[in-house]
Structures are given as C-alpha cells and as structure tokens.
T-cell receptor
Framework: GAVVSQHPSRVICKSGTSVKIECRSL??????MFWYRQFPKQSLMLMAT?????????EQGVEKDKFLINHASLTLSTLTVTSAHPEDSSFYIC????????????FGEGSWLTVV | AQSVTQLGSHVSVSEGALVLLRCNYS??????LFWYVQYPNQGLQLLLK??????LVKGINGFEAEFKKSETSFHLTKPSAHMSDAAEYFC??????????FGPGTRLSVLP
C-alpha cells in the first residue's frame, strides 16, 4: 500500500484563489520532502525541498511567495498555490525521504490542479 | 552535480518483444538509481531501485535493470512486452542526502 499519501488527487479552483495540497508519510518519519511539478509531456521539475522545522529551499525560477511550502511535522508537508492562475494548472507530486533509510524515496500519487 | 539521460523519448515495441529502455547517469559520488513508471493520469510508481547491493536488480511486472559502473548505465529491460506496459518511464539518480534528478522520460508504446 501507499506509504506517502497526497491529497487531493484532483482539484479545480478559480483564478485568484488559493489551493492547498497535502503530502503525508504514513508509516515513517520524513526528514525531507520534495515537491515536483510536471508539465505536459515533460519530466518532473523539482520545485523545492523542505526539511522538517525549517524553511523550504526553492529551485531557481520558482516563486516562493506563490508556492508556499510548509513542513510543520515529520509526517506532513503542504504546498499552497496562492492566487492561482490558469498557468499554474499542472500535475504536482511530492516525495518523502525515509529518515531511517536515506536511500529510500517514496512518492505520493500526485495531484492534478486545474485553475479555471 | 548529477544528471540523467534517457536515449529515445519514444520507444515502440511489438507485444511479446523485448523491451529495452536506456538510462545513463552522471554522478561524482556513488549513485542510487531508480526506475519509475507513470501510467496516464496516475502518479509515479517505483519499478525497481539500485542501492549499492546486487548490480542486477529485479523489479515489479517482470522488469529488471543492470547497473554498469563502467558504462554509467542503468538500462531497463523486460523479456516480453505486454500491452499493459505502455506508459511513461523515468530513470532517476540520487545519492546520500541529495535531491532526486530525473531523466526526461521515455514513452513506451506496445503494438499489438
């Protein structure tokens, strides 16, 4: 079964509103979580890396004020897309690194965001 | 810095034929290598991973991959393609404490 739960799997929101996506590690403590975005027919693009209790590290070109990432606990990270715009419509996916086994990464099932 | 290349953005095979998806990596430290599959409108699913143990790694759905350090490769194979194997396949590399780096992906089509 899934060890990383991502919710919601699909969401539609209106332009200008904010939407939150949750990423939970179900049976391990995730010291590090990663957020990716996938554009159609392209590979995953790392948006940011978050460590529990500290600020996320954003990749170049990713607007930190638009994509708010919070990693408040060892099992939960959230991505909030603020003032959503149709160009933000995409597939967002999180992954979590098992703190006990540094070489193990688990992915969530992803979230399809459509901004109308 | 680490990087991954996947030769062939689109590969077509006939049902029952051998599947070979290529992955080459670049890493200055011992890598951990992964193959993921993504079916349409779904998230990523781990097929298999290499983490410095056996160089020939067997995964789910009959897939396997061999780590060849001398060739910096981690090609994915399956002896006999099935229609249900049609999907997007991503190779990825990481190392201890590092981010994941994904390849551009290879779309596999299986022809009847």
């Amino acid at each position: 079964g899934a060890v990383v739960s991502q919710h919601p799997s699909r969401v539609i929101c209106k332009s200008g509103t904010s939407v939150k996506i949750e990423c939970r590690s179900l049976d391990f403590q995730a010291t590090t979580m990663f957020w990716y975005r996938q554009f159609p027919k392209q590979s995953l693009m790392l948006m940011a890396t978050s460590n529990e209790g500290s600020k996320a590290t954003y990749e170049q070109g990713v607007e930190k004020d638009k994509f708010l990432i919070n990693h408040a606990s060892l099992t939960l990270s959230t991505l909030t897309v603020t003032s959503a715009h149709p160009e933000d419509s995409s597939f967002y996916i999180c992954s979590a690194r098992d703190g006990r086994r540094q070489n193990t990464i688990y992915f969530g099932e992803g979230s399809w965001l459509t901004v109308v | 810095a680490q990087s991954v290349t996947q030769l062939g953005s689109h590969v077509s095979v006939s049902e029952g034929a051998l599947v070979l998806l290529r992955c080459n990596y670049s890493s200055s430290v011992p890598p951990y290598l992964f193959w993921y599959v993504q079916y349409p409108n779904q998230g990523l699913q781990l097929l298999l991973k290499y983490t410095s143990a056996a160089t020939l790694v067997k995964g789910i759905n009959g897939f396997e991959a061999e780590f060849k350090k001398s060739e910096t490769s981690f090609h994915l194979t399956k002896p006999s393609a099935h229609m249900s194997d049609a999907a997007e396949y991503f190779c990825a590399v990481t190392s201890y404490g590092q981010n994941f780096v994904f390849g551009p992906g290879t779309r596999l089509s299986v022809l009847p």
